[in-house]
C-alpha cells in the first residue's frame, strides 16, 4: 500500500483526504460542488482508505479495540473507502448559496467573507426533508438568527401575527438545510400522551407507540411545536427537559422507550401568536397565558413581523404571477389595512396568506377587489367592511 498523497485540483496541495482540505482551506466549497468540477479526481489516499477500511472492521468486531491512528484517519476523511458519505452526513456550505441570496452583503461577514452553516447530506429519512419552494423569500436578518439557533443548538421561538410566514420560515429553512422536519399542532385539548407516546393495540398485542417528539429526537429531525400558546401550560411542561438539552423520561412506557437521548441533529423549534405573555389584541382567541418557567428555556425569541413592501411584493409575483404594479396595488391594500388595525379602526388585519389567496382570485375573475371581497372583507363586521372596502376603493377604484 503506497501512503502517498493525492492533489487537491484547486489549489495543487497534497492531502490525504480532500473533504478534511475543503473545510479548513476552501470554505464554502463541498465535497458534493469539488466532484461535480472534478468528476474523475480521488478523494482519499490509499492510506485514508486502508485507515478507514480498518475503523469500519474494527466497529463490526465482536470486541473493538479504539486505534488512535484509525480514528484520525476517519475524521478527516468522513467519506467510504467507495467515496459514499455516511448516512446523516453534515457538510458545511455558504450561507448565500444554500439560501439563493446572491450578492447580498448581510448574507456575508462584515470582511465579505461567506458564511458557513451545516448541511445535512444523504439523509437516512429523506421523506421527512420538506420541499424547496423557490419563490419563498427571506428576511436575511431573521434568516441568519434562526440558523444561528440550529448551529448552536438553542430552543428557537417564532411569534407574530397569523400569516407572517412563521412556520414557513422555519420549514423552508429546513428544506434548504436537508433537515427533516416534523410539524406537530398544539390546541387546548393535546394531551402528554399526544406528544410522548401511548400504549396501542397492535396486531393483538399491545405495545408502547412512540409520539413525534420522542422520535424526532431519536432521529435527529427538527420538531416545530406549532400553536404553542393554544396549549395547556401542564401539558407544555412535558417539554422542558427536552428544551435543556436533556433525555426525554417517558415515565409510562416500557423500559426500552423510557429515556429518549437526544440525537445529535436534534433540534426544537416552537411557534405562537404570543409572546406566551397573553393576546392583548383580541385577535387569538384560545390562546392563554403561559408559564414563565417553560418560555424561559428557550434561548432565542424571534418577533416575525410582516415582511416589507418589497418583499411581499415579489412573493405575489412569485406565487401567482402578478406583474410588479399590480402586486405593489395589493401590498399597498394590506399596508393601509394594518396601520388601520394597529390604529384601532378595525379589529381584524390581513396576512400576506390571504393576501395570496386573494390575489389568484382576482385574477381568474378579473377584478382584485373582488379578490379581496371574497377572501378577506366578508370575514369582516359590518362596521370593519366599510372601512377596509372603501381602502380596496381608493386602490382599485369602482
Known amino acids: 500500500m503506497s501512503d502517498a498523497k493525492i492533489k487537491c485540483e484547486l489549489c495543487g496541495a497534497e492531502v490525504h483526504a480532500i473533504q478534511i482540505h475543503l473545510k479548513n482551506d476552501h470554505e464554502g466549497i463541498s465535497l458534493e460542488d469539488y466532484q461535480k468540477q472534478f468528476p474523475e479526481a480521488p478523494i482519499l489516499s490509499d492510506l485514508a482508505k486502508q485507515k478507514l477500511a480498518e475503523r469500519q472492521a474494527a466497529a463490526t468486531a465482536p470486541a473493538p479495540v479504539p486505534a488512535p491512528a484509525a480514528a484520525e484517519a476517519v475524521e478527516a476523511a468522513p ?112 394531551e402528554e400522551a399526544s406528544i410522548v407516546g401511548q400504549w396501542v393495540v397492535k396486531g393483538g398485542e399491545t405495545v408502547f407507540e412512540l409520539g413525534m417528539l420522542p422520535l424526532a429526537m431519536k432521529h435527529g429531525w427538527t420538531y416545530l411545536a406549532d400553536e404553542y400558546d393554544f396549549a395547556l401550560p401542564s401539558v407544555l411542561s412535558v417539554y422542558q427537559a427536552v428544551l435543556e438539552g436533556k433525555p426525554l423520561m417517558i415515565k409510562e412506557a416500557d423500559l426500552a422507550n423510557r429515556v429518549i437521548k437526544p440525537h445529535p441533529n436534534f433540534r426544537f423549534i416552537a411557534t405562537g401568536n404570543t409572546n406566551g405573555s397573553g393576546d392583548d389584541t383580541g385577535l387569538y382567541q384560545g390562546t392563554s397565558i403561559q408559564n414563565s418557567a417553560n418560555y424561559d428555556r428557550f434561548g432565542m425569541v424571534i418577533h416575525k413581523k410582516y415582511m416589507e413592501k418589497k418583499a411581499e411584493s415579489q412573493i405575489l409575483q412569485n406565487k401567482v404571477g402578478l406583474i410588479a404594479d399590480d402586486a405593489n396595488k395589493m401590498v399597498d391594500f394590506a399596508s393601509l389595512v394594518r396601520e388601520a388595525y394597529d390604529g384601532a379602526k378595525i379589529s381584524d388585519t390581513i396576512s400576506p396568506r390571504t393576501l395570496i389567496y386573494a390575489s389568484s382570485i382576482g385574477v381568474k375573475r378579473g377584478s382584485f377587489r373582488q379578490g379581496l371581497q371574497l377572501s378577506f372583507i366578508n370575514k369582516l363586521s359590518k362596521v370593519d367592511r366599510e372601512v377596509v372596502d372603501s381602502i380596496a376603493q381608493r386602490i382599485f377604484g369602482a
Open 79 to 190: 467519506a467510504t473507502a467507495s467515496g459514499v458519505l455516511p448516512k446523516n452526513h453534515v457538510a458545511r456550505k455558504a450561507l448565500h448559496e444554500v439560501f439563493g441570496l446572491g450578492a447580498a452583503k448581510a448574507a456575508k461577514t462584515p470582511k465579505g467573507d461567506p458564511i458557513p452553516i451545516s448541511v445535512m447530506t444523504n439523509q437516512e429519512h429523506p421523506e421527512m426533508v420538506p420541499v424547496v419552494h423557490e419563490g419563498y423569500v427571506f428576511d436575511i436578518d431573521e434568516l441568519k438568527n434562526c440558523i444561528l439557533a440550529l448551529e448552536l443548538k438553542i430552543p428557537l421561538y417564532v411569534y407574530g401575527h397569523k400569516g407572517a410566514g412563521k412556520s414557513d420560515l422555519t420549514e423552508q429553512i429546513c428544506a434548504r438545510t436537508g433537515r427533516p422536519f416534523v410539524r406537530v399542532q398544539h390546541t387546548v385539548n393535546t
